[in-house]
């Protein structure tokens, strides 16, 4: 088949991103988020590096299906400000770009996704439920923490995901409370698709992505350009909208 030459090969990208640790086999590829080899600490340097390493992805046409998976048995709880450096206009049109970036790229990958959700993910859980399949431990949990908790506006893409997923009510409660919603509750109501115990998560995540791989090139790749082409269209429309508010609240906050 051909493939144009300036496609990224996977040895280019595999060792690129600290915050990504990649491996893949028969065309599958795991994307294990960490900090210095446990679970992920959100700062700048991932949030830059997402948007990156999603767009080799997507560019890759060896890669058949994703996974996105953290550490250990957290997925993401902390969050490091210091990171993101002095507050000012600079800084913040960065993390803009970065944040626009991160999940127009996510979106862009054009193979299937599976999330598998290692544990409680309460910093930016938006990114393993975008998938579209999404696997659970049960310890694991789903909090957006790091916006209105926090004293900012959840205008990250936060806004289009969790009410897309939970309904306009049930998601501006959960932005809005801090609410923590368990594996099953998540289950329950329709974020989660399986739940699993802990020690087979990984397991059963590649296990559905060899089944997926095994499905013809076309009918996975046109899946999920289909799949996720409403999703797209929200994003276009109101992502840099809700950008521009969460900038400018977290500019007065700090």
């Not at 993390?95 to 996704?113: Q, V």
Request: aromatic share 8%.
């Amino acid at each position: 088949m051909l493939q144009a030459q300036v496609a990224p090969k996977f040895d280019s990208y595999r060792g690129k991103y600290k915050h990504i640790a990649m491996r893949r086999e028969d065309g599958i590829l795991e994307m294990r988020l960490h900090t210095d080899d446990g679970p992920l600490i959100w700062g700048s340097l991932v949030h830059e590096e997402l948007g990156y390493c999603f767009a080799d992805v997507a560019t890759d046409r060896e890669n058949k299906v994703a996974i996105i998976v953290g550490t250990g048995d957290v997925f993401c709880t902390e969050f490091d400000g210091k990171s993101f450096g002095e507050v000012g206009t600079g800084t913040f049109d960065l993390i803009y770009s970065d944040a626009k970036r991160l999940l127009t790229s996510l979106l862009s990958i054009e193979i299937p996704i599976i999330g598998a959700v290692n544990g409680p993910a309460h910093m930016h859980a938006e990114i393993p439920v975008l998938s579209d399949i999404v696997i659970a431990s049960e310890r694991s949990s789903f909090q957006d923490s790091g916006h209105f908790l926090a004293g900012r506006v959840p205008g990250d893409g936060v806004q289009i995901v969790w009410p897309a997923l939970l309904g306009p009510n049930r998601g501006r409660y959960f932005l809005l409370t801090g609410q923590i919603l368990d594996a099953k509750q998540a289950q329950d109501l329709g974020i989660v698709g399986e739940v699993v115990p802990h020690d087979r998560l990984l397991t059963r995540a590649w296990e559905v992505a060899r089944e997926i791989a095994a499905r013809p090139p076309l009918a996975r790749r046109y899946a999920r350009i289909l799949l996720t082409h409403e999703l797209k269209r929200l994003f276009h429309e109101n992502l840099g909208f809700g950008l521009a508010h969460a900038v400018f609240s977290a500019l007065d906050r700090f």
